[in-house]
């Protein structure tokens, strides 16, 4: 699946130009390769990044012990977080397990609708003489814009087992099955200088010769339907937190946790790197409320891809026995500037010129010009893509060792790609 885009794009770039006349299909052989070594790759880093990086569930789930007199005591009527960590351990020989289903549908890419997602295309520069501008032949001011029409959809079924290694030292491995599906109808069209200057499009999709009148019209629209899907392991993360004060009052521990890339890069399942983040703790309780703050560092160990500072804030809270309300506000903030992803950022400035005469090259008679400025996509050219979301669940507890989850999770701006909301359900065992 990592070819799709690169796919796409050759489609509209070179095959579906091979009717152009005199050879100048081969004038957008140049963006092509751009699209093929720069956008391509920035897009899917993009979604491998952003599905892999959804955040996983507790490792504390179900009961907790307090283990400062010497022996297990059951604490905490709140059944804590869900996407945030509070410093409570299991407790040595512990074992909490469970599923968690998420439906993940990102629709939007830096607060644009992927659906709306469009690059622009420039003719290259085949002017001969050094320093003539770009749109000094004609042809140079024929731009092709591409509307990608993209329907992303991703479901995470995760594993997840904790066990208590010692009375301060939980062991964590989670297992994300990650199924996705990629469809849209991409649309092409020319904005054909050449056609409106010259009276023939020297760029075009084909002749339409329906018409009535018998006159030839070149076509300047195309489209092309695709779809794609895959399913598989994506990338497995391996969690140690160790407990530093342990109270029925407060908590506070660390937190190492380790994505391996497990997941196929290929098929957007994971991001072919080891990503590492160490995080520190903090939890209280006063009476059935209980207040956490997580915050900490996340190495990335793609070259195209920012480290991040990541933070949890929020509370769980008792409602009534075996019923819990918890909020939260997680963050992730880069802190790179020149590791962050670029899709196709920037503008171009063309001057086109209208002349009397363009024969053989070579232009006579200047009529008039305009400059225009393109920009290559309407995706925004943030540098940093923060992320910010809100998380509301619940856990219900039917029994001490047994729990239900449910959570949704929304954005509240509009870095990376992202979802309207993204819903989570789940089950916990404490054995």
Do not use: C
């Not at 152009?20 to 004038?27: D, K, L, Q, V, Y």
């Not at 990629?182 to 084909?206: E, I, N, P, Q």
């Not at 004060?245 to 391996?260: E, I």
Request: proline fraction near 4%.
């Amino acid at each position: 699946m990592n070819t799709v885009f690169q796919e796409q794009f050759t489609i509209i770039l070179e095959d579906a130009l091979k009717r152009s006349p005199f050879g100048h299909a081969n004038h957008f052989k140049e963006a092509a390769m751009r699209a093929s070594e720069e956008l391509s790759p920035a897009l899917n880093s993009f979604i491998a990044n952003n599905i892999s990086s959804f955040p996983l569930s507790s490792t504390s789930a179900g009961i907790t012990f307090d283990f400062s007199s010497g022996q297990p005591v059951i604490i905490g009527e709140s059944l804590g977080p869900i996407f945030a960590e509070s410093g409570k351990t299991l407790g040595k020989g512990k074992i909490n397990f469970g599923f968690n289903y998420t439906l993940l549908n990102p629709q939007k890419i830096r607060g644009l609708p992927t659906k709306d997602i469009r690059f622009t295309f420039l003719h290259e520069d085949v002017s001969p003489n050094e320093g003539d501008y770009l749109g000094y032949n004609p042809t140079e001011g024929d731009v092709l814009d591409v509307l990608l029409g993209l329907d992303l959809n991703a479901s995470i079924f995760a594993f997840y087992v904790t066990t208590g290694i010692t009375n301060n030292l939980d062991l964590s491995i989670a297992i994300p099955l990650v199924n996705l599906t990629m469809k849209g109808d991409l649309k092409a069209s020319f904005d054909s200088f050449t056609w409106a200057s010259l009276g023939r499009a020297l760029h075009h999709f084909g002749d339409d010769d329906s018409d009535e009148n018998n006159k030839i019209s070149p076509v300047l629209n195309y489209s092309n339907s695709y779809f794609e899907s895959a399913a598989g392991v994506g990338d497995i993360a391996l969690r140690l937190k160790y407990s530093v004060y342990n109270t029925s009052k407060l908590n506070l521990a660390f937190l190492l946790d380790a994505r391996l890339p497990t997941g196929d890069e290929s098929f957007f399942l994971g991001t072919g790197a080891s990503n590492i983040r160490v995080s520190g703790i903090a939890s209280g309780q006063v009476g059935n409320f209980q207040p956490h703050l997580n915050v900490g560092y996340d190495y990335r160990g793609q070259d195209n891809d920012s480290d991040e500072i990541e933070f949890a804030i929020g509370f769980d809270q008792k409602i009534v026995t075996g019923f819990t309300f918890a909020l939260d506000i997680l963050g992730e903030f880069d802190i790179q500037n020149d590791e962050t992803i670029q899709l196709f950022p920037g503008s171009t400035t063309i001057q086109r010129s209208l002349y009397e005469s363009f024969a053989m090259g070579v232009p006579s008679g200047l009529i008039g010009s305009s400059l225009e400025e393109i920009d290559r996509s309407n995706i925004p050219d943030d540098i940093k893509d923060h992320v910010i979301n809100a998380a509301l669940g619940f856990r219900y507890g039917p029994s001490d060792r047994f729990q239900l989850l449910s959570n949704i999770l929304i954005p509240l701006n509009d870095g990376g790609l992202r979802p309207d909301y993204a819903l989570t359900f789940g089950i916990a065992l404490t054995l």
